[in-house]
């Protein structure tokens, strides 16, 4: 991604797991999305994400 869109250099890439995103101050992140890791968090209901999922979401 990060090549992709070399013309947005004010753009910071990373790669991490959702699960466990403690290096990443709070507060820190003005946008994260990522399709795959929302299909792949929200087994079963889509209205009941795993609660470290909230609670990683909710703090940044």
């Not at 079963?44 to 990683?56: I, K, M, T």
Request: no cysteine; aromatic share 6%; glycine share 8%.
């Amino acid at each position: 991604m990060k090549s992709r869109h070399s013309d947005k250099p004010q753009v910071e890439w990373q790669v991490g797991d959702v699960r466990d995103m403690r290096a990443i101050a709070s507060g820190s992140v003005d946008v994260a999305f990522d399709k795959g890791t929302l299909d792949t968090m929200i087994y079963g209901s889509p209205w009941s994400p795993p609660d470290e999922v909230l609670e990683n979401s909710g703090r940044l």
